[in-house]
Structures are given as C-alpha cells and as structure tokens.
C-alpha cells in the first residue's frame, strides 16, 4: 500500500507552519485540502501560505481557480488524485493539509462524490435560498438531519442542498451515509494527524488572526473580487470572512458588526471541524497542550508515529 500522510485540524491550530517541518524532514510535496485556498486573488481571507514561506516546496491545489468558479468534493477528489500519482511517481510522500474533513474522507477512502448537480429539486432548492435565504434550507435540514446540521454551518448552501436532496432522492440521512462510508476500508497506508489546542486559546487566536486580516487588507482583497464579478450567491464568497465584508461593502452592515460575525462564525465553524474530526476513526490526536507546545516535540512524535 502506498503511504500517505493527512495532517489537519480546526482553523488557527497553526497546521501550515508544522507542515513546512514535516514536508522537509519528510521529502513531501503537500496537497491542499482546503477549499477555499484553491482561489487565486484571495489571499488574506484564507489565511493562505505565501511563496515565500514554502521553502521550495511543491504545493498542490492552490492558486488554481478564478474566484468565479465553483469548487467542489468531487472535483478536488479529482483534482488529489491526480496530483497524488504525480507525487507518487517522483518518488515523493504525499501529504495532505487542510481543515476541510469532508474533502479528506473523500480522497482517503476513495469516495465517489459524483454531482447530481443539474436535478430539479437542487435548483429548486437553490431558487429558494436565493429568494428567501439559506436558514430556511437549513431549518430543513434540522428537521429530517439534524446529525448532518451539527457540522454544517447554516450559510453552507452548497452542503445543505447536497444533504437535502440525498435526503429527498433516498429517504435516508447523508449523516448516516457518512458514517457508513467512514467503515470503508483505505486503500492507502496512512497516519492521520489532527492538531489542536486548548478550546479557550483556539477561540483567541481565532479573533486575533481575524483582526490580523482586517489589518493586512481584507476589506480591499473583497472590494478587488467584487471588482472581478464575484457576488453574494458565488460560491466562493460563501467562505468565512468573504460574504461578511461583501455584506459591509454592500452597506447592509458597519465593519465592527462584519468583524463581529467573522469571529463568532470561525468559532462555531472550528467547533463543527472539531466534530467532525471526533467521528474519524485512526485518527492520531496532537494536542498541543500535551507537548508544553513544543514544535520539536510535536515533530519528534509525528516521525516516530510515521515511522
């Protein structure tokens, strides 16, 4: 079996500057698994690795898409798969990073996520968030799946539509299915690590980072992907920090409100990856709390883990 290293966790648990340590100890080229840094033109909001801080080396799956395109499961399992058998035909050891568990579940155990994306009933569904909003969709999904609403944040169009219409075409839960499909067998060799920290220092550093972008420019990286066509129903503008500032330069809220709903969202959105990753089964927790947070440590036992 062929080796794979996943390396993730909640947002602001610092996993990119301990995957530049693991790449190099390791001879890695690391593929992103993240949805949203996969747009180009939107830096700041992603809290994207820049060139400078790669070190040499390859990255997969960012800067590749016009911020007007949709992105989705089945498409970055396409994507992955092809970027894994590239690494793997250098030589290389993959390893994955990103927050995004649902996107990991899919390439790990080789999930088919192909899109029914042209029925009816999703387009009606669409339609009707459009006209009356996203909580009205998530309201029914709180009905008939309210396993599936616990890590599915309520402006989530894109997941909340998927989850009601394997609902509506099948009778049963896309939660359920998940966890089904959770007991299908990988077939890679692979470590899966999961960084995390204390909740209340999580939760801190999660408004600090959001009073770091506003301060780098995340008002004027929005206002530039407004200037290039991007609206409230593009796909990419359902990302955390985007639609809130698109909402301020609409003038529909002041800044402090923007900044407000950031924090209070990357903090329940942390908190739903957290779930998320809970249900993962062979999943090697990295606490660190439990390593005096020491990188060194930290790296230490991941290569010991890896062997």
Known sequence: MRKLIILTGPTAAG???LSIRLAKALDCEIISADSMQV???MDIGTAK???SMMHGIPHHLID???PTEEYNVSRFKEESSKALNGIYGRGKLPLIVGGTGFYIQALLYDIDFSDNAGTEYRISLIQKAKTQGSGILY???LECDPDAAAYIHENDIKRI???LEYYHETGNKISDHNR???QRCSPYDFRYFVLNKPRDMLYKDIDDRVDEMIRLGLVDEVRHLKEIGCRKDTVSMYGLGYKEILEYLDGNIDLNEAVR?????TRHFAKRQLTWFKRERDVIWINKDEFDFDEDRILDYMLKMIG
């Open 39 to 41: 747009y180009k033109h």
């Open 49 to 51: 690795i820049p060139a």
């Open 161 to 163: 539509t998927r989850a």
């Open 64 to 66: 590749v898409l016009e």
């Open 180 to 182: 089904q499909e959770r």
């Open 261 to 265: 709903i950031i924090k209070r969202d």
């Open 15 to 17: 996993k990119t500057g």
């Open 139 to 141: 309201k029914e999904l």
